[in-house]
């Protein structure tokens, strides 16, 4: 069976062309993944086949140099730069024990760029610099495909902002501009003999709004039903597949699903690459449950500064980071 027809297809091609009528009709088929799967590939996106093709050489070419390069850009304070292999275990998660091994994959994070002239440059938590290896095409393919795929999560809102019922412009505002962060990953191959509870990634919840996330064809992904047991989302070609994360939860008070998922690369002998751009709200950004939503589980998520939310799930989760306290 190809499991991977429980997770629907929306395509979006009219409603980036401005059709008319196109827009509600995508918010609705948002409305309906959300509140079920919380996965949906997307089709139409606009992001051109070549520059994804590209942004998956620059991951390849990247994990392929020596450690020591890759160390000579670890991951700062500001969580941007190299994450070592297996240097990362689930400790803090929404719905799941804290994991016994570490996720058995290495990656490279880019995140939102900001002016040294900005007055939090340096000064407020996830505000600092991006670090860059020695290599000019690189940083170019990744920033292309980094502006894209953001480009992308700003032009997807005012669809989400309908299919949680408010106006069209009301999640652009409070992602003016967003924060984002461009995870580029690299997985193993599984070794000969896999306990059980060794994973590329332990099964998880994302911590934000929005991923939007490219993956090769070798496999992986899965993603949790509501009864507990496990599907596979394959790779489909031309399209992104996305899942919402635990901050549209909370502004709807868990109507919206953030889908526990995990990956397990069943290979043992291929190497398994993703890109994940994890699209959020601006850091000052003020999370409460939506007045629509509010007697769901009155109470249940006090409101809450999405950077303070952020920072406290980071440094729950990556021990050798350094962590900046979260501005009033």
Request: net charge negative; aromatic share 12%; glycine share 6%.
């Amino acid at each position: 069976m190809d499991h991977g027809s429980e997770i629907p297809i929306i395509d979006v091609a009219a409603m980036l062309a401005g059709e008319e009528a196109a827009e509600a009709r995508v918010a609705d088929q948002i409305l309906a993944a959300c509140t079920s799967t919380g996965f949906f590939y997307l089709a139409g996106h606009g992001v051109d086949q070549a520059m994804i093709d590209d942004a998956f050489e620059a991951n390849r070419r990247f994990h392929a140099k020596p450690v020591a390069e890759k160390l000579a850009v670890k991951q700062n304070r500001w969580h941007r730069g190299y994450q070592p292999f297996a240097s990362s275990t689930l400790k803090s998660s929404a719905r799941f024990e804290a994991a016994r091994h570490p996720n058995q994959l290495e990656s490279f994070f880019v995140r939102h760029e900001l002016s040294p002239n900005h007055p939090d440059y340096e000064r407020k938590a996830l505000q600092g610099p991006n670090q860059w290896p020695d290599d000019p095409w690189f940083i170019e393919t990744v920033r292309r495909y980094d502006t894209a795929t953001r480009n992308l999560g700003l032009s997807l809102l005012p669809a989400f902002s309908r299919a949680v019922g408010e106006d069209r412009g009301f999640f652009t505002r409070l992602f003016d501009p967003p924060a984002s962060a461009l995870r580029l990953i690299h997985y193993t191959p599984a070794p000969a003999v896999r306990p059980e509870d060794l994973y590329g990634i332990h099964p998880h919840t994302d911590y934000g709004f929005l991923t939007i996330l490219a993956q090769d064809d070798v496999g992986g992904l899965q993603v949790q039903r509501v009864d507990g047991t496990w599907i596979d989302a394959p790779y489909i070609r031309g399209t992104f597949i996305l899942n919402i994360g635990d901050i549209l939860a909370r502004w709807t008070n868990d109507r919206f699903n953030s889908t526990p998922h995990r990956v397990v690369n069943k290979s043992h002998e291929k190497d398994r690459y993703s890109i994940g751009m994890f699209f959020d709200p601006n850091l000052d950004t003020m999370i409460e449950t939506l007045p629509q939503f509010a007697d769901l589980q009155p109470g249940k998520y006090p409101p809450i500064r999405y950077g303070d939310y952020f920072t406290m799930r980071l440094d729950a989760n990556y021990p050798d980071r350094t962590g900046l306290p979260a501005a009033n």
